[in-house]
């Protein structure tokens, strides 16, 4: 009987490192998705803190990074493009609301500005 005992306490031994194996494995992968989490919170704090700075000072003649005059820059250009898609598709801009309109529209019918018709050049 003597063997079979010792084989017992082997196997118990055994599954008891193998259980506490796992549960260190779980709490490693635990640990690590709460980093990440964290981590994603930090990295979304400081785009938040960003915005802010860039709304602050968007508008400063001497900004002091040049990453301000870079968005400017990229925000002209995309406000362009915004215009000449709408032209592409028969659409102005409702400069009070934003409502896209009809070019042919005089008035926005969603606020009632009034709103300035593109003309073409010839």
């Known amino acids: 009987m003597d063997i079979f005992d010792k084989i017992?306490?082997?196997?118990?031994?055994?599954?008891?490192?193998?259980?506490?194996?796992?549960?260190?494995?779980?709490?490693?992968?635990?640990?690590?998705?709460?980093?990440?989490?964290?981590?994603?919170?930090?990295?979304k704090q400081y785009t938040e803190i960003g915005k802010a700075y860039y709304e602050k000072h968007k508008n400063d003649?001497?900004?002091?990074?040049?990453?301000?005059?870079?968005?400017?820059?990229?925000?002209?250009?995309?406000?362009?493009?915004?215009?000449?898609?709408?032209?592409?598709?028969g659409l102005q801009k409702c400069p009070e609301c934003g409502q896209d309109m009809p070019l042919e529209a005089d008035y926005c019918s969603k606020c009632g500005a009034k709103l300035s018709i593109f003309e073409e050049e010839d």
Request: no cysteine; aromatic share 4%; glycine share 2%.
């Open 61 to 89: 003649e001497e900004p002091k990074y040049e990453q301000v005059t870079s968005i400017r820059e990229a925000e002209e250009v995309l406000d362009e493009l915004r215009q000449q898609l709408s032209q592409i598709k």
């Open 8 to 43: 017992g306490d082997t196997l118990v031994s055994v599954s008891k490192d193998a259980t506490q194996k796992a549960k260190d494995l779980s709490d490693l992968a635990k640990i690590r998705m709460d980093m990440r989490t964290k981590q994603e919170y930090i990295s």
